[in-house]
C-alpha cells in the first residue's frame, strides 16, 4: 500500500481544494484515493493529484491530454508543465499548482481532460 501524500502548507491544501472543487463539480465525478494520491474519475481517471509524490518539489494535477499538447505546454512553460513519471508516456501532462499557478489554464486542461476521459451521452431513443 502506497503511503498518504500530503500538502506541506496550507497554501498547498488550498490548492488541492481547488482542483478537487474543479473535478468534482463535473457530471458522474467521483475521487478516489490510489498511489496514496487523491484521483477523480468519471468512468475512466481524468485528474490525479501530485503531492510531493515519491519527493517531488511540488503538488501538481496530471491530465490526460490529446496529442501534441503535453509537448506544447512543456517547451512553451517548464515551469509550469511537465512530463509525469509512469503516465508521461501516455500523453499525460503535469501542471504544477505551488506558488501562482495560472487556475484558467488549470480548469481547461481539466475540463479537455474530462471531456476526453468521460462516457459519451447514449443517445436518446425514440
Known amino acids: 500500500m502506497h503511503p498518504l ?8 491544501e ?14 458522474e465525478a467521483t475521487e478516489k484515493l490510489a498511489w496514496g494520491e487523491p484521483t477523480f474519475r468519471a468512468g475512466k481517471m481524468f485528474a490525479m493529484m501530485d503531492t510531493h509524490h515519491h519527493g517531488a ?3 501538481a494535477v496530471l491530465v490526460p491530454a490529446e496529442f501534441g499538447v503535453q509537448e506544447t505546454l512543456v517547451k512553451a512553460d517548464p515551469v ?4 509525469p513519471p509512469y503516465v508521461g508516456s501516455s500523453g499525460w501532462v503535469g501542471a504544477r499548482i505551488t ?7 488549470i480548469e481547461e486542461l481539466i475540463d479537455d481532460a474530462y471531456r476526453l476521459i468521460a462516457p459519451k451521452p447514449k443517445a436518446k431513443r425514440r
Not at 5 to 12: G, L, M, V
Request: net charge positive; with cysteine.
Open 5 to 12: 501524500n500530503r500538502t506541506k502548507n496550507k497554501a498547498e
Open 57 to 59: 518539489d511540488h503538488v
Open 80 to 83: 509550469r508543465y511537465f512530463v
Open 99 to 105: 506558488g501562482k499557478p495560472d487556475w484558467k489554464a
Open 14 to 27: 488550498r490548492a488541492v481544494e481547488r482542483v478537487r472543487r474543479i473535478c468534482l463539480a463535473k457530471p
